[in-house]
């Protein structure tokens, strides 16, 4: 289907709306043809979210009009979208674990048919499009990438006519992404458009045939992102030319940090056990840890920062065993972290930055002296910080959670990094990120590792792991392999490492088409 | 429609302001309730609020607020402490009455002794009495996860026995001639907690109080202490990733609320009440949990809301009196006070719009 022979399924003219204090959308603009894959780019709070929640009748807009097909579109909820063939898969599921696929799709229809005739429907649906699932799975067995496949499959259902995916490719492996991204393809060679938002240029240029970039709620520029390369829609997103970290030529130095047969079984019900986790980090290098969330990341970090408690010997630093050590304790040899969740756990939201920036930073930077806390000096270090890492806040008085999560995340990675760790290890350093702080915090990581620092890099992202690591190892159930060299490294065997206990293999699913038969139950 | 928005960082001025915006919206309901019970709604109000510090007998009321208002303020001291890390004694009370009993047993020990030792060794008894009893919900919720809120509480009630057994067994006067109760501490000059100026109604109690005050704030603003305990309330995993060990917080703070409550007991039975007796128990131990709220868990707030607590107890009791107001009014008035500074709270953290309803999720 050639770009001038597509028929126009929606047309947005003039879209607006405000919130107080910000204009989310101001006079957008834009058309989707039938079958085509257009892309919604833009950075966090440039307004994707909101536009697309008018299109699906979550939020009505305040000027401008749509028309889907020739006909006035003005969704008055999300029940009316559907009707007129919608369809919207979000970024966070909506999906009861203690029922089956089956059952989890019927609670979203409508009029839902019978157990058996709607598992032979989903069985077909995942044939057709190569989705293997089986409809009478507990949705709690499934990994990530199949409980998208259930949405996926619950809006096919509907034989959308337009389908919306926001950031669907946030929680898959390569393999489960190129799955995906064959699925998308089949969709739209049989006319269905998909909308698809996400910040991931590389995607976008391999899956879409338009882009509608979006900065400050307005649309910026419209191209085909073939034409373009990723640092192109990059600086046309951000809206300045954006500098590439560089790194130095690194020699590792001796081992900082080894860990050795680290087991930790989880505190709480719901979350995953480390085992027999074996590492040494050398002064000078960058390792990045590669893994689906929920993997053991949030506990590998606990077990790394004192939280977690473990043998003495499993974890040592420069030779000292810390493994029982707690935070504090670590932090004064040199050993510092940054947790992924900024607002609760890297910092108190509704406390100062000043009182931020003590949270950690009492005993390297000298905050406490006899016992009482040096106001003065904790201001001194917040300013420094904020000054640093170019933190857009008022102020150091600010309270944490009014600072966007760019500015937070340059705020919690700064206060670790200004401290000059031995070790650092960071958790998702950039996520939620704006495309400028990631630049800003990946180039810190970069200059901290050149001054002799040792910094694990714990990230879903396996393109920043690619551009700060030195060394690959990927977090599957618990268990870590063996590092490897980054340099020479393809996705392609990232993908292998990392996909290890998901069935998401190419092979694999010829397999499970054969067992998609809807009595083939698990 | 009214809706709510989340302002971005709390408000200062409204934190300050709630406080006193409760206390009128506190008038105004319980003015309708006195109206609706036939006495006349701003004739009470004077009484409650205005006669004790400057009607007709005042000079009677006026220490009285000082020796009401102690208790108050020492307990709510502590308890404040936990509130903030989040971690609830709702029991003080029950320390109230151990401190008590300890301190008298000490006084009751060396009787009739007339020693300068006898006062600061009562002293230490009724902190350490308010201490052992605050550390059994401490202990439990460090070693088995209890809730400290129902420990505390329930042991409120077990002391309460034990109160009554003490009156009526091993510390009943032996000159009492069988009526329950110990010695009256006030006939006993060693272990006598007096007014340090005859007339003001200021006493060892007080003293302390105000001292507490004063630490307290400090320890809040300036300790490290009171960073840790602000941080656990506010965000119990950033607390742990900043390395507050909770055992040790839930340790100091449950202790430090029993140990000043145990204090008030000590100074409560040395002084005004004298002596050990059944109800000895006025419920300062409860009330205090409302002090401490009123005054926003910050030591200068609890020192006002403390003194103004007592003057609706004093207040209360003049319009018992003169107003044939009943009792149950009285209460349900303190409670309002309560209730309405918790809805006010709100408007620190969220502002009012009024205007159309947003169709966002």
Request: hydrophobic share 50%.
């Amino acid at each position: 289907m050639t770009e001038s022979a597509r028929q126009t399924l929606l047309t947005i003219e003039g879209l607006t709306k405000a919130y107080p204090g910000v204009v989310a959308n101001d006079d957008v603009s834009f058309a989707i043809g039938e079958g085509e894959v257009h892309a919604l780019l833009g950075e966090n709070g440039a307004g994707k979210s909101t536009l697309v929640k008018m299109i699906y009748g979550l939020v009505r807009p305040d000027a401008g009009r749509m028309v889907l097909r020739g006909a006035p579109f003005a969704p008055p909820q999300p029940s009316a979208a559907r009707a007129a063939g919608v369809a919207m898969v979000f970024q966070h599921f909506s999906l009861f674990e203690a029922l089956s696929v089956a059952e989890n799709v019927a609670l979203g229809m409508e009029q839902a048919p019978k157990q058996r005739e709607l598992a032979a429907r989903i069985a077909q649906v995942s044939e057709d499009y190569g989705l293997p699932l089986d409809p009478y799975r507990l949705v709690g067995d499934l990994s990530a990438g199949e409980r998208q496949r259930v949405e996926i499959i619950r809006c096919l259902l509907q034989d959308p006519k337009l389908l919306i995916m926001d950031e669907p490719t946030s929680v898959l492996t390569p393999q489960e992404v190129a799955i995906l991204f064959d699925t998308l393809r089949k969709l739209a060679a049989e006319g269905t458009a998909i909308l698809y938002i996400s910040h991931k240029l590389e995607e976008i240029r391999a899956l879409c045939d338009a882009a509608t970039i979006l900065r400050r709620g307005k649309v910026v520029a419209t191209c085909n992102p073939r034409e373009q390369t990723a640092r192109e829609l990059a600086e046309m997103m951000v809206g300045a030319t954006l500098a590439t970290p560089s790194r130095a030529e690194a020699t590792p130095g001796a081992a900082v940090l080894e860990i050795g047969g680290l087991t930790v079984t989880p505190a709480n019900p719901f979350g995953t056990a480390l085992r027999d986790i074996t590492l040494t980090l050398r002064a000078g290098e960058v390792m990045g840890i590669g893994g689906v969330a929920g993997n053991g990341q949030d506990e590998l970090l606990a077990a790394l920062s004192g939280e977690t408690r473990t043998e003495p010997g499993a974890i040592r630093l420069k030779g000292k065993p810390i493994g029982d050590a707690g935070p504090n304790a670590r932090r004064a040899l040199g050993l510092l972290c940054a947790p992924e969740e900024r607002l609760g756990h890297a910092a108190a939201p509704d406390m100062t930055l000043i009182e931020n920036a003590t949270l950690t930073a009492t005993i390297r930077k000298g905050l406490v002296s006899g016992g009482f806390v040096r106001w003065p000096a904790a201001r001194r270090f917040a300013e420094e910080v904020i000054a640093t890492f170019d933190v857009r806040t008022p102020g150091p008085e600010v309270a944490a959670r009014a600072l966007s999560g760019g500015n937070l995340q340059k705020f919690v990675i700064g206060r670790e990094v200004m401290q000059s760790p031995e070790v650092l290890v960071v958790n998702q350093p950039t996520w939620g990120v704006d495309a400028a702080a990631a630049a800003a915090i990946r180039q810190a990581i970069l200059d901290l590792a050149a001054q002799g620092a040792a910094v694990i890099v714990i990230s879903q992202d396996l393109d920043e792991i690619m551009e700060v690591a030195d060394s690959f190892a990927a977090l599957n159930a618990g268990r870590l392999s063996a590092p490897v060299a980054t340099q020479g490294l393809t996705l392609e065997r990232i993908g292998l490492m990392l996909g290890g206990a998901h069935g998401m293999h190419e092979a694999d699913l010829d397999e499970a088409h054969r067992h998609s038969h809807p009595e083939g139950a698990a | 429609m009214i809706r709510l928005e989340r302002r971005p960082t709390p408000s200062r001025f409204w934190t300050g302001a709630t406080p006193v915006l409760a206390v009128i919206a506190t008038m105004i309901a319980g003015g309708i309730l006195f109206a609706a019970l036939g006495k006349n709604p701003v004739e009470a109000i004077r009484t409650i609020f205005w006669d004790p510090l400057f009607g007709q007998f005042a000079s009677y009321s006026r220490p009285q607020l000082l020796v009401k208002a102690a208790p108050l303020i020492l307990i709510a001291v502590g308890l404040s402490f936990g509130f903030r890390a989040g971690i609830w004694n709702i029991g003080a009370e029950g320390q109230y009455i151990i401190g008590a009993i300890f301190g008298a047993a000490m006084a009751l020990a060396f009787y009739p002794m007339d020693a300068v030792i006898v006062f600061p060794l009562m002293v230490l008894a009724g902190a350490a009495g308010g201490l052992a009893w605050a550390m059994i919900p401490a202990v439990l919720k460090i070693r088995f996860n209890t809730s400290e809120i129902l420990v505390s509480l329930m042991l409120v009630y077990v002391a309460g026995h034990i109160l009554s057994a003490m009156a009526f067994g091993a510390l009943r006067n032996p000159e009492g001639m069988g009526f329950p109760g110990s010695r009256n501490l006030q006939q006993y000059p060693a272990a006598h907690n007096a007014e340090l100026i005859a007339g003001s109604g200021l006493h060892w109690g007080t003293v302390t109080a105000f001292l507490a005050v004063i630490v307290a704030y400090v320890v809040m603003q300036r300790h490290i202490l009171g960073f840790q305990i602000r941080v656990a309330g506010e965000a119990p995993r950033a607390a742990r990733f900043a390395g507050v060990n909770p055992a040790r917080l839930t340790a100091i703070c449950l202790g430090t609320s029993g140990a000043l409550a145990g204090l008030a007991g000590l100074f409560e039975v040395s002084g005004p009440s004298g002596q050990i007796t059944p109800d000895f128990a006025s419920g300062y131990g409860f009330t205090a949990i409302i002090v401490a709220f009123l005054g926003r868990l910050n030591p200068l707030g609890i020192l006002l809301a403390g003194l103004l607590m007592a003057l609706t107890y004093i207040g209360g009791e003049l319009a018992q009196l003169t107003l044939a107001l009943p009792a149950a009014a009285i209460q349900a008035f303190q409670g309002m006070l309560l209730f309405f500074l918790l809805a006010f709270d709100m408007l620190s953290n969220f502002r009012i719009r009024i205007g159309r309803p947003e169709g966002a999720q």
